[in-house]
């Protein structure tokens, strides 16, 4: 049979203010009819574009040399799609091939109705009448999981949730029947529980509609959940090629080694952890704590008279001195909400929650100010957490600044570049301004921020979640260092778990709002109670092909169990 | 970079209730507080004006200075009660308002009710045809311009819809009266008919002072055409004004929407590039754009007052200029009264269009 | 929702199809044009306002107009002179020093058939003074007393002073137009729309539409019996533009009849030279001048070097200096004339008073004489002068014409000229409180007669208040006002103004002419174009 | 992209002149955009200089009525001793336009800097403390944001200057009034800005350590919302002038012999138009929309490319590096509308779902 897709020898350049900038560099690959292809790669590695390429949909400041061959899915015809007609591409995509995104809310055109996006694209392709179209949106949608189809096909976007959403997108690129789909990065802006049930469609996809699947993802999880093949590529360029089980028990290439060594699994930390305990003084536990929860709630008030949203409701807590916690939920358990409220930045509106001895319901700014140069917070956005149009070293100096340890960032300057090797920076970065740095140079400034005052509580709030794989794996390495060398508290912020095993002495897990389970690492991965750490627990994909199938066994039973 | 970046799976913190609280709240509620706020909108500007213009002096003053020894005018300034503490006269003069009472021109003794409904109609029709020459020329240039974004037929778009804004509308006006009325010769001069139309229109009982309405009843077609024709400038001078500004905010918008993925998600789908621009953009787009149209309602009654300077259109701002001028100030707040509530009006109504456009609200 | 917006964009090209229908049919009616105007119709237009229909509540130019065509008079001055005779009177004379009797017409009707008698008269004035209104022109009734109707046509006025030779005058001027009382509050101001749907109108027309400012229509009226006689065109429709070059182009196309009142010099200026128009100059009553604060002017009383003479120097020299024919003819394209005197050209007493004592004596500028003024009074030169002038109350031409003075006096290199301008109500009282030194001022007459260009400026209680007081010239003043002998007051007045010439208080500068534009088939329209300055439609005919 | 661009490649910091506002638009720019950029560029820069040394360049004063030969006459046709004819009030038509661009630069500059000032001092405290004070400033600000600004334009004018109308009086009352005008305009973008950059993670970074309320406004959220200023000013510029036109025009203006004013002349010169006196106002006119248009070229450019939505890309990734991106609705006769200022009352937005996860 023939390849629904051959990629030869494929070079995309951009055109930037800096001159040509090649984003692919000389990609050749094929996908054969019902295979998942994997495109593994950090951000800029080209994986998208290569993607994009395959439905013409580059802008128009790309260029696109070699040959992207695109058979339909009866093998009837073959175009090579970047040199067909416009209206010819046109008609195949859709029919030959149709795309999966990553964000499912703004995939959907918020101001029609799902079944008319849907009926649109089938009336693009042939004469199809408003009714057989609708008929056929009907069935899809009830193919790809959505309930009630028939009543459903008339909502708007908003009125589905993310994974129905992307349910909609995926049905939307399986209505014609296309030989292959490009699936871009589809479980990354969905929670971890939700990305498994999205995984296993795109797997019947596979099965049922015998689709083949280009998946661009950088999660090796997802990929040795779904994937056949897999390609790494690394600067626009392919570096290794292999059967999935194959890569993940034999990678070949440096890079490729470098990646799957960088993904945290589960458990890991637990043995980091214990060791830790084991090495604290008796009288510990009997010191006072540095934060402790105690019932607490908050709530946003509503607009105009309607009843506020409460974002936490009765989570009780403590962190003692040098311990780390770790915070795990998903989309709205209130995490953030809780680190916010440690850091004085949202109010507290019942229980009772304090930071080193202080009261922060019924907070006052004065009063607590003092208490703020014990505490240091780092932002889970580096790109928005430095303010643009002052220099890194002006940034890390502010707290000096403020509290007066300096008397302006200039003075500052020699602990500033202490604080900038501490957290393995050079000291020339200092003159930089942010946007000159990558996320992960941020990430570590904004760390060094964090310490300029050596304080005893560190909030960090999903510090590595926008880096890229192996630099989150640095930065979270050098969290871990800096931690043993400084022992300050630590609440850190994670959706992910196995981000948090890394670091966390305990973990709590959240979940809309309320504290569903506590306890150390061993206790909370290795034994959890409750069914909700049991699902995300199991939903979380692992980077072990024959491992995940397991899992994969085990989360159905958990579903049908709940 | 939108490829990879590991979204953050989190809305933060804050921002939670906000996105929460928008749709389930019901439209109707949301329209009850839209409209709950026309209220300290008209409040505002009518206090405003009401400072504005009595610190600037007294209505006798200037109907009568020339004329008068001081010492009558101290006297007539007296028996009309302008003597007393401003602060007083605004209450009293709140209280009138309030009670919906506008009181009665001092400069020519008519109630003020009358003024706004006989030049209020004039205006009204006026931004009516102008509003339709800026929806018929900017709506669907517009989307031409978004069409071929950056293209020849955009370069020229753009610059028109400058010219349009550029032009100050007594210019263009002249211009267009000097071509169409006295080189052409096809088009009346000014005014909004001839005297024999207006006699017509005269006869009816109950004219209701828009004349295109008025010009039907008569079925005279003689009569409608005149009225039609004199329409036609004054309506064409304001509307590129507004035109000019409807080109752009619908070409900024749609090329917006453009970008976005769900157009890219129709595209691949097959679905074709002027489909795109007409429908997966475009509606969209209208949410803000009418919002905006809303706002523009300020800059067409502003455009009103050049034009119907121009064009001898005696509608509502022609006539505040010359009550500001004779300081006649109660006949100016009633006109600001209603221009308040005009434009409070009708930027609840386009909220409630946007509304109605927006499924996200509707249910 | 997909409907509604496949229908919305019917209706938008439905609107688009109906605007080129208007097109079409607006190239049809265009054609063929001037549909209005059949032989026994005129139509007038004009740029004038009317404020209130209500005699008692308008005392301006525009309101004016409208009451001059449609309500009776005691007295009004016939076609050509600005003198007054009885109008819908038989006779109208003093009785008694301080009794004034007229004696009605018989039989007189209101339009609306109510009976036309002495009560009416009576209750008109008596209105005007319980009206008082602000805007009214009660005060013009300064020296009236009471009225009294012994019979139905016999009105008897009671006077404060005795043997005003002014209150002929003031019978015909706005303060004098006589109403229905049984149409008419008597104490308060009658809506317009009231006193045309009533029909209460007896003058040489009466109203028949009244689109406020816009479009007004007159039929003539047949029961009228005065002075003027009847109308000679039937119907009078007046259309009211509020910018002059949309009525020049009007004019010019034929669309209207008549342009009365006011075009731009320019746009006369341009329709002088096209024969499809005429246009008809007559006398103006309407004068500008510069006005002089005896305080604060240069060397005035109240400045640190006081000193009269130097004060007069500097008077005199800016009369010698300026250039009226200049003024005239650039700024005003003839449509003012120069005005060397208080009084102006075509009134009973005028004389050029200033043009002997100033300039070349021939009218024109003569910078040398005005330095050896000022050298002769010992000022030292440049001069610095603060005039002040208004935009917004006496024409557009204004700030040219103000413009070019300080030009004319800066060229003379005696002169530094400060020229400021302020918009009319802050004007009309910075000036009286002595913050102007040098200003502009002008004025419309309220009846036609030389003591209304000279009481009001030089005798008691001036409205200037520039601190300019002659006893002599006040006791001329009050004398001419009682003087009955025709030749005996022309003489006063004479002499008035040339003893304030001398004193020059204000410097006459022009004179407004009144101009009309009419088709080149109108005639009658020299007739009415009188020193009375009330343009009557009944004068006009077509055909 | 971010690690593709920058740490890949050590970039030493570009030049400064490369970083001006202008400039690095300039630079920034490609195709049509930089075309449209250059014209209006260009007719700015012409119109700036000729403001500058229209005493050198004028033949004769603005106020001048008399030349070696006496009057200059009124209403005199073009001639080689008045290339553009004189005027009705006998002035010299080009002496007048070119003296007509300083009046104009002069009063946008002190309107613009004038609101800019009130506008972003309060926009700054409204939008950064929030609560009632805030609330009743936008209800005020919408209010008179509402309102037809050539209308407000006229009674502050009358209130300011008294009537008068001299170089000084007139001037600053077109100003003031055109202040009081642009004022909400500005406290919409910079409270807009300042409750945008409130929520950005510098900002809560500063307030976590404990900065006070007035090192956060001013160090931090000043500066980055003043960012897209120099657009507005462009934009609002060209609606002073046309502002100041329009007063002129319906008999507000400023007294000739003080100053030359375009729409003063215009206003003059209208009725000359019926009589085949052209030049008197095609000259003011021509230079009125000439202006206008050069500056909103320049504005709309500017607005273009700092929205990475209209911007011509050359890289794709290059939109998400770029530092600010006000998303804003901007309709051409200079009000700002910043979707998402009406966020605090009305309609959810479109894109408000997308702005969120794209960062």
Known sequence: ??????????????????????????????????????????????????????????????????????????????????????????????????????????????????????????????????????????????????????????????????????????????????????????????????????????????????????????????????????????????????????????????????????????????????????????????????????????????????????????????????????????????????????????????????????????????????????IGFVFQDPASSFNPLLTIAECVAEPLVVHGRAANPRAARKRVNELLEAVQLPRTFGDRYPHELSGGQRQRASLARALALEPSLLIADEPTSALDVSVQAKVLELFAEIQAEFGFAALFISHDLAVVDILADRIAVLYKGKLVEEGTGAEVLGAPKDPYTQRLLASLPVPDPAAQALRRGELLLLRAAG | MTTVAVKPSVPVGGRVSKKKTSPGGGIGRYLLIRFLLIFPTIFILVSMVFWLMRTTGDPITAALGGKLPPEQLAERIQAAGYDRPIIVQYFEYLGQVFTGNFGTTISTNRPVSEVLLTYGSATAELVFYALIVAFVIGIPLGMVAAYWRDKAPDAFLRVFAILCYATPVFFAGLLLKLVFAVWLNVLPVAGRSTTGSELQLQLLPNPTGIYTIDALRTGDPAVLGDVLAHAVLPGVALGLLTAGVFLRLVRTNVIGTLGTDYVDAARSRGVNEFRLVSKHAYRPALIPIITVIGLQIALLLGGAVLTETTFEWQGLGFMLIEFIKARDFVAVQGIVALLAVIVALSNFIVDIIAALIDPRVRY | MTSAFTNGKRALAATAGLAAAALFLAGCSAGGSTTSTSGSTITVGTTDKITVLDPAGSYDAGSFAVQTQVFPFLMNSPYGTSDVEPDIATKAEFTSPTEYTVTLKPDLKWANGNALTSSDVKFSFDRQLAINDASGPAVLLYNFDSVATPDDTTVVFTLKAANDQVFPQILSSPAGAIVDEETFSADALTPDDDIVKAKAFAGQYELTTYNFNSLLAYKAYEGYQGLLGPAKTENINVKYFTDASNMKLDIQEGNIDVAWRSLSATDVDDLRGNDKVKVVDGPGGEIRYITFNFNTQPFGATTAEADPAKALAVRTAVADVVDREELADQVYKGSYSTLYSYVPDGLTGANESLKGLYGDGEGGPDVDKAKAALDAAGVTTPVVLNLQYNTDHYGPGSSDEYALIKNQLESSDLFTVNLQSTEYVQYSKDRVLDLYPIFQLGWFPDYSDADNYLNPFFGQDSFLKIHYENQEVIDLITEQAVTGDAAARTALIEEIQDKVAADLPTIPLLQGSQIAITGTSVTGTEDTLDASFKFRYGALSKG | MTTLTTEATNVPKAPLWTRLPVVHQLRQSIGLQRGMLVVGLIITGVFILTAIFAPLLAPYGYSQLRGDNGLFGAQQAPSGEHLLGTTVGGYDVLSRVIWGSQTAITVMVVAVLLSIFAGVALGLVSGYFGGWLDRVLVVICDAVYAFPALLLAIVMGIVISGGRSDLFGGILAAAISITVVFIPQYFRVIRAETVRIKAEAYVESARVLGASNGRIMFRHVLRNATRTLPLIFTLNASEALLTLAGLGFIGFGIEPSSAAEWGYDLNKSLSDVSSGIWWTSLFPGLAIVLVVLGITLVGESLNDLADPRLRSRRAPGKTAVAPITPAEIRDPAGRIDPSGIYGSLSTPRVRSDGLESTS
């Not at chain 1, 574009?49 to 802008?59: N, Q």
């Not at chain 1, 029609?112 to 849907?118: H, P, S, Y």
């Not at chain 1, 770790?326 to 930045?345: F, N, P, Q």
Request: neutral net charge; contains cysteine; aromatic residues 4%.
């Open chain 1, 1 to 374: 049979m023939t390849d629904v897709v051959r990629i030869d020898n494929l070079n995309v350049t951009f055109a930037t203010d800096g001159g040509a900038v090649k984003a692919v560099d000389g990609v050749s690959l094929r996908v054969a009819p019902g295979e998942v292809l994997a495109i593994v790669g950090e951000s800029g590695s080209g994986k998208t574009v290569t993607a994009k390429t395959i439905l013409g949909l580059l802008p128009e400041t790309a260029i696109a040399r070699g040959a992207v061959i695109l058979s339909s899915k009866d093998g009837s015809n073959s175009n090579d799609v970047l040199a067909v007609s416009k209206q010819k591409l046109r008609q195949l995509r859709g029919t030959d091939v149709s795309m999966v995104f990553q964000e499912p809310s703004t995939a959907l055109n918020p101001v029609f109705t799902v079944g008319w996006q849907i009926a649109e694209g089938i009336r693009s392709h042939g004469e199809f009448t408003r009714k057989q179209a609708r008929a056929k949106a009907i069935e899809i949608l009830g193919r790809v999981g959505i309930p009630d189809p028939e009543s459903r096909v008339d909502y708007y976007p908003h009125q589905f949730s993310g994974g129905q959403k992307q349910r909609v997108v995926i049905a939307m690129a399986l209505v014609l029947d296309p030989g292959l789909i490009v699936a871009d990065e589809p479980t990354t802006a969905l929670d971890v529980t939700v990305q498994a049930e999205i995984l296993d469609l795109l797997r019947r996809c596979r099965d049922e509609f015998g689709t083949a699947i280009v998946l661009i993802t950088h999660n090796m999880g997802v990929v040795a959940d779904l994937a056949d093949r897999v390609v790494v590529m690394y600067e626009g360029k392919i570096v290794e090629e292999a059967l999935a089980q194959e890569l993940f028990s034999n990678p070949q290439h440096d890079y490729t080694k470098r990646l799957l060594g960088s993904v945290p699994h589960v458990g890991h930390g637990t043995t980091r952890a214990s060791a830790r305990l084991a090495a604290r003084e008796p009288d510990w536990v009997d010191q006072a704590p540095v934060v402790v929860a105690d019932h607490l709630e908050i709530q946003y008030p509503g607009r105009l008279g309607k009843p506020g949203f409460t974002a936490v409701d009765g989570v009780s807590f403590v962190i003692r001195s040098g311990e780390v916690l770790g915070l795990v939920g998903e989309s709205g358990s209130g995490k953030t909400t809780i680190g916010r409220a440690m850091g004085g930045l949202t109010r507290v509106t019942g229980g009772s929650l304090t930071v080193h001895g202080h009261e922060m319901n019924g907070f006052k700014e004065r009063a607590f100010k003092k208490v703020r140069s014990d």
